[in-house]
């Protein structure tokens, strides 16, 4: 069985403080760079989706010359159901 001595945890205090600072370190080295990344990409999809979406507009206006509504299957205003009729309460003494 291990004993916990104040070397013992003097020790971990510092591997702590100085995982921290490391971490700290290199992250401001590579996080603008990932960020940067994750940015550009997002920016080539929404151009993709973009391009892709004005071609299919561009086909389904150039195939369909007429435009037929059927308003038979319009939703009709919903009514709305009467739970019951309000009663007044009164106090009893």
């Not at 370190?25 to 990409?41: N, S």
């Not at 561009?58 to 010359?65: G, I, L, V």
């Not at 205003?77 to 009893?92: A, H, L, M, N, S």
Request: glycine share 4%.
């Amino acid at each position: 069985m291990q004993e916990a001595s104040f070397s013992g945890l003097f020790k971990t205090i510092v591997w702590v403080i100085a995982f921290y600072y490391i971490f700290k370190f290199l992250a401001r080295i590579f996080l603008p760079v990932l960020v940067k990344k994750a940015v550009e990409k997002a920016g080539e999809n929404f151009q993709r989706q973009q391009q892709y979406s004005q071609g299919n507009n561009w086909q389904n206006t150039r195939n369909k010359d007429e435009i037929i509504i059927d308003t038979s299957n319009a939703k009709k205003p919903r009514e709305t159901k009467k739970v019951g009729d309000y009663v007044d309460y009164e106090e009893i003494d």
